[in-house]
Structure formats: C-alpha cells, structure tokens
C-alpha cells in the first residue's frame, strides 16, 4: 500500500513547512489550498510527481464535496490527513460579530473536516489503517483568550469531533489526535495588533513566542507508526505555559 498524506491549508506556514519535513516518508503528498501557492509550487518544482496540488473552496459546501471527489478520483487514497484550515484570526467583541463570522469559520474548519472524514474513514478502516491530526488551538486547554468567540467555538467543535471519532473509530486501525498549540508567530496572525502579538511573547515563561519549527516534530510524531497507541488525544505544545 504507498503511504499518502493529504494535507487541507497545505499553503499555510505549518503546510509548507510539513511538507518540507516529512516529504521523503511518503509517496505522494495532495496539498489543499485556495489561491497563495507561490510556495507550493516552488516545492512542485523540487519533488516532481510526489507532490499534488489541489484546490478546493471550503466555504462552499458543494465546492468541497467536489474537492473530495477529485481526491478519490486521483486514485492516490490518502493513509495520513492532516487538517489545517481556520477562518482569519480576528480580534472581534462578541457584541459586533454577527452570525456569518461564525458560520465562516465552522464551514472552513468543521464542514470540511466532516465531509472529507465521511469519505475517507470507511476506506481507512477496509485498509485497517490511518492517521488523522486536526490543528486545535490552546483556546481549548483552559482559559481562551477575548475577542476571538467563532474562532474559540470552532476549535471547540473539531476537538469534540477529534474526542468523538477517535473511540468509534479506534477498533479500525485509525487514530485521530489534536494539536493544540500556543500562538505561532505566522501569516495567520497578520489582521492581529502587533502589540497583542509582543504581550502573548512577554507574558510566556519562554518570553517568545512559538515558531512553525517547534510544532512541527509532533505532527511528524502523531503521523508515525510511534503513535500507533495513541488517539483522542490533545496534545499541548505551551511554550512554557502551564494549562
């Protein structure tokens, strides 16, 4: 069986970056993205064939539905997922958002996450085998922090997915974990105050921080047969920080 990975928001930093890493562990590498694929495609250059880019519009549930269609249609059945997606990271008090910010980013996160499991989860568990890592938040290991209530809810609810498929689908040969990190200095922070970016740095015990580089090595532990024994798991990565 050749070893697949799909990664969803392959052109984000962590993407780009796992890609990067852990290429050579696999066959072929079916990176999602939507528009921003300067990086893509300068790896494309460099591992040929390995690499496949797929586009696929999340907020659009028709469009994703169509982007799993053109996985299973590739013929390259994934054996690894690793769900990256998120809406924009915004500071927003809860009494100026509105109902669509919310629904924005449980379609890019959640609906996506559900509608690509459907497929792909019977297909792993004929195989008896498969890896499956959702990118959480530290939001949802203790306190989370304001102004960020769709963002907050929604990686609620992939953590709830992540706890609720592990158990039925651990007879299977599948684990399914979650990472949740602390604020990772990328392009995903770029609507957010430079300010608010420098505190989170000063109020860690490391007084930085968290690069791509230090969350990377438990996505590559997570999609390795180590972690055979492990699912259902949210695994922190605090920089220092007790939750």
Same mark, same amino acid.
């Given at each position: 069986?050749?070893?697949?990975?799909?990664?969803?928001?392959?052109?984000?930093?962590?993407?780009?970056?796992?890609?990067?890493?852990?290429?050579?562990?696999?066959?072929?590498?079916? $990176?999602?993205?939507?528009?921003?694929?300067?990086?893509?495609? *300068?790896?494309?250059?460099?591992?040929? *064939?390995?690499?496949?880019?797929?586009?696929?519009?999340?907020?659009?549930?028709?469009?994703?539905?169509?982007?799993?269609?053109?996985?299973? *249609?590739?013929?390259?059945?994934?054996?690894?997922?690793?769900?990256?997606?998120?809406?924009?990271? *915004?500071?927003?008090?809860?009494?100026?958002?509105?109902?669509?910010?919310?629904?924005?980013?449980? &379609?890019?996160?959640?609906?996506?996450?559900?509608?690509?499991?459907?497929?792909?989860?019977?297909?792993?568990?004929?195989?008896?085998?498969?890896?499956?890592?959702?990118?959480?938040?530290?939001?949802?290991?203790?306190?989370?922090?304001?102004?960020?209530?769709?963002?907050?809810?929604?990686?609620? $609810?992939?953590?709830?997915?992540?706890? $609720?498929?592990?158990?039925?689908? $651990?007879?299977?040969?599948?684990?399914?974990?979650?990472?949740?990190?602390?604020?990772?200095?990328?392009?995903?922070?770029? &609507?957010?105050?430079?300010?608010?970016?420098?505190?989170?740095?000063?109020?860690?015990?490391?007084?930085?921080?968290?690069?791509?580089?230090?969350?990377?090595?438990?996505?590559?532990?997570?999609?390795?047969?180590?972690? &055979?024994?492990?699912?259902?798991?949210?695994?922190?990565?605090?920089?220092?920080?007790?939750?």
């Amino acid at each position: 069986m050749s070893k697949v990975l799909l990664i969803t928001g392959a052109s984000s930093d962590i993407g780009i970056e796992l890609i990067n890493k852990i290429h050579n562990n696999y066959d072929f590498i079916i $990176a999602h993205h939507i528009g921003d694929i300067e990086k893509l495609i *300068e790896y494309k250059e460099k591992l040929g *064939e390995k690499l496949i880019l797929v586009e696929g519009n999340f907020l659009n549930e028709e469009d994703t539905e169509k982007f799993i269609d053109k996985i299973i *249609e590739l013929g390259h059945i994934p054996t690894d997922f690793v769900h990256l997606p998120a809406g924009k990271y *915004e500071n927003i008090k809860f009494n100026k958002i509105n109902w669509k910010k919310f629904e924005t980013d449980i &379609n890019i996160c959640l609906r996506s996450l559900v509608i690509i499991l459907t497929r792909l989860l019977p297909i792993m568990s004929k195989n008896k085998y498969g890896k499956v890592v959702v990118m959480l938040s530290s939001c949802t290991l203790n306190i989370p922090p304001k102004y960020v209530s769709s963002y907050v809810t929604s990686k609620y $609810a992939l953590l709830g997915l992540v706890k $609720a498929l592990s158990q039925e689908y $651990a007879s299977k040969g599948i684990t399914i974990n979650g990472i949740s990190p602390t604020m990772i200095e990328t392009k995903f922070l770029e &609507n957010i105050p430079n300010l608010i970016i420098e505190q989170n740095a000063m109020n860690s015990p490391t007084g930085t921080n968290l690069k791509v580089s230090d969350v990377i090595p438990t996505f590559e532990f997570l999609l390795s047969d180590s972690s &055979n024994s492990i699912t259902g798991q949210n695994i922190a990565i605090t920089n220092g920080n007790i939750m």
